[in-house]
Structures are given as C-alpha cells and as structure tokens.
C-alpha cells in the first residue's frame, strides 16, 4: 500500500487547512485509516482515525471539535479538515493505513506533509 498526502502548507493561527492522502497499490476498503503527526519534542502519534465505512471516528482530546476526518473508499481517499489551528498543532502530518485498534500504530504510512501553524 502506498499513501501520498498533500495540503501541507503555513497558515496562521485560527486558520485552516484540508489534508488529504490518496491510497495505491494493495488497498483494502476495510482498513482504519487516519493521520498520525510528529513534532520534534514528540515522537508519532495518532491524532485522527475513521472505521473502514465511515461510521466511527476518533480524535485526540486537543483536537476535538477542530479537526474533522473524512473517507471516500471509491476514490481510497481520506482527508483531515483542520479549523482553528493554533501553534501547537505544528507538525509533520503522516496519512496512515491499518492503524491497529490500540491506535499506537499503523502498518503503512505515508511520507508525511508539513503543517505549520504561526502564532
């Protein structure tokens, strides 16, 4: 499975931006999907996560009611709608594939989009 995302970029605080990642290769539409982010005081970590059809989604606290997840398993799409964005969200964002249950993982990863949020 390869995973590319694009929609990276700097945007000031309170702004927004739209992350999307497309899925090749060996997908599967059954697979949790999500964005894991990465900063330099903090190792990989999951941020948001969708079910395979749609009907589950999950997000770190800081992030709830800002960020919005979102499929389209016809087009192996998955993208993060970020709103208020404040500094801290300043990361490397990595589209993941097969994230386990215990979301401390995926089994693929994409090459990661930088977002960086100016105060």
């Known amino acids: 499975v390869q995973l590319q995302a694009s929609g990276g970029g700097l945007v000031q605080a309170g702004g927004s931006l739209r992350l999307s990642c497309v899925a090749s290769?060996?997908?599967?539409?059954?697979?949790?999907m999500g964005w894991f982010r990465q900063t330099p005081r903090r190792e990989r970590h999951w941020v948001a996560a969708i079910s395979w059809n749609g009907d589950h989604t999950y997000y770190i606290e800081p992030v709830k009611g800002r960020f919005a997840i979102s499929r389209d398993n016809a087009k192996n799409t998955v993208s993060l709608q970020m709103n208020d964005l404040k500094p801290e969200d300043t990361a490397v964002y990595y589209c993941?594939?097969?994230?386990?249950?215990?979301?401390?993982?995926?089994?693929?990863y994409g090459p990661g989009t930088l977002v960086t949020v100016s105060s």
């Open positions: 290769g060996r997908t599967d539409s059954t697979f949790t």
């Open positions: 993941a594939a097969r994230i386990k249950a215990s979301m401390t993982s995926a089994d693929y």
